[in-house]
């Protein structure tokens, strides 16, 4: 199961820049769509440590900012008072992630946290 909690600093103003002024809603919506986008590569992390430990699984908590000039995910880190997963499973996720860009960018920055939870089946 995914979640996704996000946060815009609405105090910030900026200056119109052609970018997008998208609410709360729009802007956690839009951001699960983008790290949807890389399901695949993170599916291939969590399958990795399978291959060392059959019966792993746990929660991998990311935080991050989505950067209002380009709307850039950057500074992601694993959370490690909340993670449950396997320190690699974090660092893949957090490499699978980082760089990925939310278009249009945004007029204000958006703080982020999601979460990974991982079973193992059998």
Sequence with gaps: ?????????LGLTLASTGCAARSAEM????????LESK????????????????TAGGK??????VKSDT???A?????KAQSTGSK????CIVKAIEGLTLDPADERDGD???????????
């Design 112 to 122: 982020a946290t999601f979460t990974w939870e991982f079973q193992a089946q059998g």
């Design 75 to 79: 500074d992601a880190k694993v959370d």
């Design 27 to 34: 802007y956690r919506d839009d951001t699960r769509k983008l």
């Design 88 to 91: 690699g499973l974090g660092q």
């Design 60 to 65: 991998v908590v990311v935080r991050f900012t």
């Design 1 to 9: 199961m995914k979640t996704l909690l996000i946060t815009t600093l």
């Design 39 to 54: 399901q695949g590569a993170i599916q291939d992390c969590y399958n990795d440590v399978l291959k060392q430990e059959r």
């Design 71 to 73: 709307g850039v995910i």
